[in-house]
Each structure stands twice: as C-alpha cells, then as structure tokens.
C-alpha cells in the first residue's frame, strides 16, 4: 500500500513586514470602481447590542445593499428560542460561544462549528445552554418569520437590519458608523 503524498505549498513564506507591489493588469479599472474593505472593531462604540426580542440581541457588522447581504452576531442571551423561520438565500453561520441547534435537526453547534443553510430551508433556532448562544452569520436573502401556527409575520431583509442599526442608534445618540455599509 502506498503512502498518498502531502501536497506542500510552494509561496515562499516571507520575513519582509513591507507592502509589496505587485502587478496588476486592471490596476486603473480596480482603482475607478473597486470598493474597499472594511473594518468593524470589537468595541460597541463600533456597533453596539441592539435588542432582537426581550433575550437577544444582533450586534451588526456589515450591510450590503447590492447583493441584499447583512453580517452580524447574535447572541441569544440564555436558553431560549429564535422564532421559526425561513431564509430565502445562503446563510453561513460560525458558533463563537455557548451552544445553539434546529429543532428540525439532530446536531448541536458548540464553540468552532460551522452551519451552513441552503434557500428555501425552515427550521427553529434553539439554545439550551445555560449562557445562550453567540452566532457569527453572513446572511445572504430575506429572512421570513412565522408564528406557531405557520403562518407568515414578517420579512427582513439587509433594509429591515439597517433600520434595526440605525434607529437603535439614533434612539441613544450613538453615531452612525458608516464602515458598516459597502
């Protein structure tokens, strides 16, 4: 039986702490209509907790209006319950503390784990930990929300969650932090 061999990368690792300038056949057409990244600190002075129901709260990282793309962390506060609902476009979602699961699943996200959600997908977010949840998401679509009957109660979307930004904002006199949209 052979050994499969280990794929090694061949970049050179680098000790040189400059910025290196490297060709770039667009360069003009990058610079005229490229948008820069952004950068969002962990201080709530860069984007506070603002309440999502009496145990959340959505901490907002990025708003997107082109694609309809918002990025956030919540943080479900202790065990409990996000409503059922129905994502209309992709969701990547990274557990950074407590634990979180569907009901409609038999897996458990801790620490580390990654979720991933396909359109058009139902199901009912849940903590049973004692501390709640912390969720790192990428959200990709409208989101639907429905009652315990099924029927339908609201729609957000990257507008629903700027306006959830930016009148928690004004409401406490936080300034607006415009690195927060691209």
Sequence with gaps: MTTPSIT??????????????????????????????TF????????????????AAIRHLLFDTRH???????????????GTHKHRGTVVMVCLEGSARY???????GPGGFIYETPGLVHTLVTDHADGVKLFGWLQGPIEFYDDKGNFVETLDVWWFINHYESYCRAHGIPINKELYI
């Design 8 to 37: 090694r990368m061949t970049a050179p690792p680098s000790t040189a702490y400059k910025i290196v300038d490297v060709p770039e056949a667009y360069a003009d057409v990058i610079k005229r209509h490229g948008i820069p990244g």
């Design 40 to 55: 969002v600190g962990a201080s709530e002075k860069e984007s506070p907790w603002v309440p999502f129901g009496a145990n």
């Design 68 to 82: 309809n793309i918002f990025s956030n962390i919540l943080w479900i506060k202790t065990a409990g319950v996000i």
């Design 103 to 109: 009901l409609e699943y038999d897996w458990v996200a």
